[in-house]
C-alpha cells in the first residue's frame, strides 16, 4: 500500500516536473530570459544563506555578477 | 495571465543588444551571434549562468597572431561599462566577447545564427546544431549536459547535425558522447 503511494508520488512529481519543463520551453526569448534573471536572483540567494551558514563561499564569478547588479 | 507574459521586471538583454549593434555601426565589430547558455536558454529552457558569450568577428581582422581586443576595450572605457580580464559589464550582464574568426566552426556559427526577438529587438542566435557541435568540441561536463537538454526537448535537427559534425570532423568526439543521447542522435 504504502509502496504504491510512494510510486504514485513519485509518478505525479515526474509528470508536475515535466509540465513544468514543457511550459518553460514555450515561453517567448524575452520571457525566457526573464525567468534566467528570477533563476541568477535565486541562485546568489542561495550562494548567499550557505556562505553564511559557514559552508562554501560564493564562487568569484557570482561575486562579480552581485557587483554588477549593484546588490 | 496571457501565456508568453508576466508581472516580472523587464530584462536588460534588449539594452546589450542596443551596444553590440553600436559597436557595429561604430565599426569595431563585423558580425556577431549569442552563444553558450544563454543561447542554449533561448532554444530551449532556463538554467543557471552568470555570464553571456557573445561570439563575433572585429571588424579590422588581426593582422598576426596575437589577437588585440583593445578597441571592445576603449568602447567599454568610452562607455563607463566596468570590466576585468574576464567580463565586461554591460547594463548588468557580464558579457564575454569571444573572438572567432580563427575558428571556421565558430565563424560559421556566427554566419548562419538565427535571429529572435527580445525585448523588441532583433537578436542573433547561434543555431542548435552549430552549438551542439561547439560543445562536444569543448567536451566539458556542463557542455554535455546541454545538449542533453536540446536531446531531451527533442529540438535538433539530426540530418543538420550529421552534416555540421561531419564537416568539422567531430563525429568522432560525438561517438565518443553518444551513449548519453537518444537513438535520434546516434551517428
Redesign the interface.
Known amino acids: 500500500m504504502n509502496i504504491n503511494f510512494e510510486k504514485e508520488a513519485v509518478e505525479d512529481l515526474k509528470r508536475r516536473k515535466e509540465n513544468f519543463r514543457a511550459f518553460a520551453r514555450n515561453l517567448s526569448p524575452t520571457e525566457k530570459i526573464r525567468q534566467l534573471e528570477l533563476l541568477q536572483r535565486r541562485y546568489y540567494e542561495l550562494l548567499k544563506a550557505r556562505e553564511e551558514n559557514g559552508g562554501r563561499k560564493i564562487p568569484e564569478k557570482w561575486r562579480k555578477w552581485r557587483d554588477a547588479q549593484n546588490i | 495571465m496571457e501565456?508568453?507574459?508576466?508581472q516580472?521586471?523587464?530584462?536588460?538583454?534588449?539594452a546589450v543588444i542596443d551596444v553590440l549593434e553600436e559597436m557595429q555601426g561604430a565599426g569595431i565589430i563585423s558580425n556577431y551571434a549569442v552563444g553558450g547558455a544563454?543561447a542554449a536558454?533561448?532554444h530551449?529552457?532556463?538554467?543557471?549562468?552568470?555570464?553571456l558569450d557573445i561570439f563575433f568577428f572585429l571588424a579590422e581582422p588581426p593582422k598576426g597572431l596575437i589577437l588585440s581586443l583593445e578597441k571592445i576595450y576603449d568602447y567599454a572605457r568610452k562607455n563607463s561599462f566596468?570590466f576585468?580580464k574576464?567580463?565586461i559589464?554591460i547594463h548588468?550582464?557580464?558579457v564575454q566577447f569571444v573572438e572567432a574568426s580563427h575558428s571556421p566552426l565558430w565563424t560559421e556559427a556566427i554566419e548562419t545564427a538565427e535571429t529572435?526577438?527580445?525585448?523588441e529587438r532583433t537578436?542573433k542566435?547561434i543555431d542548435r546544431e552549430h552549438l551542439a557541435a561547439m560543445w562536444i568540441f569543448a567536451g566539458r561536463k556542463k557542455d554535455i549536459r546541454k545538449i542533453e537538454m536540446f536531446d531531451e526537448?527533442a529540438i535538433m535537427d539530426a540530418k543538420i547535425l550529421y552534416d555540421v559534425l561531419s564537416r568539422f570532423n567531430l563525429l568522432d568526439r560525438w561517438r565518443l558522447q553518444q551513449h548519453n543521447f537518444s537513438n535520434e542522435y546516434q551517428f
Open positions: 501565456k508568453g507574459k508576466s516580472l521586471p523587464s530584462t536588460n538583454l534588449g544563454v536558454i533561448l530551449s529552457e532556463a538554467i543557471s549562468t552568470v555570464d566596468p576585468d574576464d567580463f559589464n548588468g550582464w557580464l529572435m526577438t527580445i525585448d537578436a542566435v526537448a
